[in-house]
């Protein structure tokens, strides 16, 4: 039974404020500048220095003299009474000691500073290698130490496993205990690991599990009402929650998590039967197959939209007159169905925004490239691309519960995030979550060297110049990692390096289950990997033998991706920890991005300027897809505004005393 307080921390949230409008954010915005100016981050380096030799001083103490030490600082820690950030100063190096022990690890003084980042809830970018996953770990084991529950969120259940795995020896000199959440897991198994001091997890899975905790709850997620229900009846059942509560979350890759997964809100949902519906369907595909673009609709490919013409809405009608006009077969919920089935067939191509499993559409994560089981579309649209495959169509869920991503981290008392690519999107963490931003120094300097970008006017001369660059390194015994945006262009690239007589390896959310180990390989001396942007999340890249000296590892961009960050991202896989390496940009006025984010008549004026060559005429072009990056950028953020906006609307809309409408 557990005891009053903490009865009441199950289920006590904090309550987001309103995001500031006009004056108020303008305000707002030069707060969060204020917060992330350098004065704060060159603080922090200087505390982490310090830190840092009072660390190696422990390293004198015998075993028993640093337990003495390590609970000393813990009961500290429980008592408080002091700033939580001086709290958390004075017990980091014991737990970096602890790490060296336990581990074999002896943490950077930047590790200690991007440590005292999360503890101070800031957002912290991290450049690719330098050991993210021991800096969390130090903060995350300190701040467990407080008693409250602290999740850890990863990229994926990969991930989630293999840090909890890998810290578990760390956690246990400690005194605490690590626990992990993936998806294929049991609620019985979940609710023993969420009773853990630090559970590893997903987004996903943990946004799924308070949902679910609410609807079982009802009216009885306040606290307060759950409380005097359990004086006046005496018997009444303890309800099967896994969650213990939320307090503390770290996010790893943030970038990924509070902003590209932030356009899709997690909604918990159940099938209805409803075999009409899913005829429609399929008569909805028919009628979208029989229309011609132009004169029946017109597609925004900015926007990826669909609009129907007059003749479009006639040619409909006619068709409805014809089937008999009665039940689904209505013209306005034809036209609404048919939209679903050109936007289908014109936007949610194969291989791009998913792949087919044994018969099964799987979304795949346009930033990533991973697979994401168990996700639909909404309002039809997965429906309509599965009439479209020709596959068996599954029934339309009947929504329970929804939340997206960004409101369910602002209920943390405290959040905080980590990443190596943050910079562009500092204001939006700000904004959004309250995070202020502080960079954090390499361990050693970055010798990456960025070749010049190489711009074509089609994506087959695009593709003829990555394959020559491949080819000539590889003679060079150099390795080279190809990042791709999409399934399909990854086995294109493939395709064309096997005509080649090139020896690769490919990996994409198709050929996805080795990716740890593949990955991990791409340094060795004279290999090729191909891999669509999941590459490297989480994973090292370290150079076989006699590679540095060859120049490490090289990186190819086939294409801008919408978010400068994901090239960026890409980018740090080279030259990890001050070693070698290079990265090249490939891109094409034929590319989503250009396609998107540019006028027909502004691509073929960048087209005649190619064809003339010249240096005046690529910058030109690089200016121009540059530009296209940033509303592309721009675009997406308003996206999530809305949803964000969206979602808050309709909690409040929502009639209260229901639970989950009380966030």
């Known amino acids: 039974m557990p005891t009053p307080l903490a009865e009441v921390r199950r289920t006590e949230l904090v309550k987001p404020e309103a995001l500031p409008k006009g004056l108020d954010a303008w305000v707002h915005r030069g707060h969060g500048v204020w917060q992330s100016r350098a004065v704060c981050t060159q603080r922090l380096r200087a505390q982490a220095d310090e830190l840092h030799a009072r660390a190696g001083q422990l390293a004198a103490l015998g075993d028993t003299a640093l337990q003495t030490e390590l609970h000393e600082q813990r009961q500290s820690i429980r008592r408080g009474g002091k700033p939580w950030g001086e709290l958390f100063a004075n017990a980091l190096p014991v737990a970096t000691e602890l790490a060296y022990r336990a581990l074999g690890l002896r943490a950077y003084p930047v590790q200690l500073m991007g440590a005292l980042c999360l503890a101070e809830g800031r957002l912290a970018e991290m450049a690719t290698g330098e050991g993210k996953t021991l800096t969390i770990a130090l903060a995350a084991a300190v701040s467990a130490w407080q008693g409250r529950p602290l999740h850890i969120i990863t990229a994926n259940d990969y991930l989630a496993q293999r840090d909890a795995e890998t810290m578990r020896r760390l956690y246990e000199r400690c005194g605490l205990r690590v626990a992990f959440v993936t998806g294929p897991m049991e609620a019985d198994v979940r609710r023993l690991a969420y009773r853990a001091d630090i559970v590893y997890t997903t987004s996903k899975e943990l946004v799924a599990d308070f949902l679910r905790d609410r609807l079982i709850l009802g009216t009885m997620a306040d606290p307060g009402r759950r409380m005097v229900s359990k004086l006046v009846r005496r018997n009444l059942v303890e309800e099967p ?33 409803n075999e009409a519906l899913v005829d429609i369907c399929r008569i909805a595909d028919q009628v979208a197959a029989a229309m011609l673009p132009g004169e029946d609709y017109t597609l925004d490919l900015r926007h990826r939209d669909v609009e129907l013409t007059e003749l479009g809405r006639d040619r409909i009608r006619q068709w409805c007159q014809e089937s008999g006009g009665s039940g689904y077969h209505q013209p306005a919920w034809v036209e609404v169905l048919a939209l679903q089935a050109l936007q289908a067939r014109h936007f949610f191509l194969r291989d791009k925004q998913y792949v087919v499993v044994d018969g099964k559409i799987i979304i795949v994560d346009e930033s990533t490239g991973r697979m994401m089981p168990g996700r639909s579309w909404r309002l039809g649209l997965h429906q309509a691309v599965e009439a479209k ?28 995030g980590i990443t190596g690519t943050a910079a562009e999107a500092a204001p939006e963490f700000w904004r959004i979550y309250q995070l202020p931003f502080s960079c954090v120094p390499p361990h050693r300097p970055n010798r990456r060297e960025r070749w010049p970008t190489q711009y074509f006017a089609t994506t087959d001369a695009k593709w003829a110049a990555v394959v020559a660059e491949i080819e000539q390194l590889h003679a060079l015994g150099r390795p080279v990692l190809v990042g791709t945006r999409s399934v399909a262009a990854s086995e294109h690239l493939g395709r064309l390096l096997t005509q080649r007589g090139l020896t690769f390896t490919l990996l994409n959310a198709v050929r996805h289950a080795e990716e740890a180990a593949v990955v991990s390989l791409a340094g060795e001396a004279r290999s090729i990997t191909v891999a669509t942007n999941m590459a490297g999340r989480g994973t090292d890249i370290r150079l076989g033998v006699g590679v540095m000296a060859m120049g490490g590892l090289h990186v190819i961009l086939t294409e801008q991706h919408e978010s400068g960050r994901v090239d960026r991202q890409l980018e740090g896989r080279a030259g990890r920890q001050g070693d070698p390496g290079s990265t090249r940009l490939f891109a094409s006025l034929e590319d989503d991005l250009a396609e998107r984010f540019q006028r027909r008549t502004t691509r073929n004026f960048l087209t005649k300027l190619l064809a003339r060559g010249g240096e005046k005429g690529g910058k030109i072009v690089g200016w121009a897809m540059r530009r296209s990056q940033r509303n592309a950028e721009a675009s997406s953020y308003k996206q999530r505004r809305l949803v964000m906006e969206q979602d808050q609307e309709l909690a409040q809309s929502l009639i209260p005393g229901q639970g989950i409408d009380q966030i």
């Open 241 to 273: 929650i896994v969650l213990r509560g939320l307090h503390t979350a770290i996010v790893d890759e943030a970038d990924n998590q509070l902003i590209d997964e932030a356009v899709t809100p997690l909604i918990i949902s159940r099938a209805q039967s």
């Open 389 to 416: 495959e020709g596959l068996s169509i599954t029934q339309p869920n009947e929504s329970l519960a929804r939340m997206s991503f960004q409101r369910f981290f602002r209920l943390f008392r405290r959040l905080s």
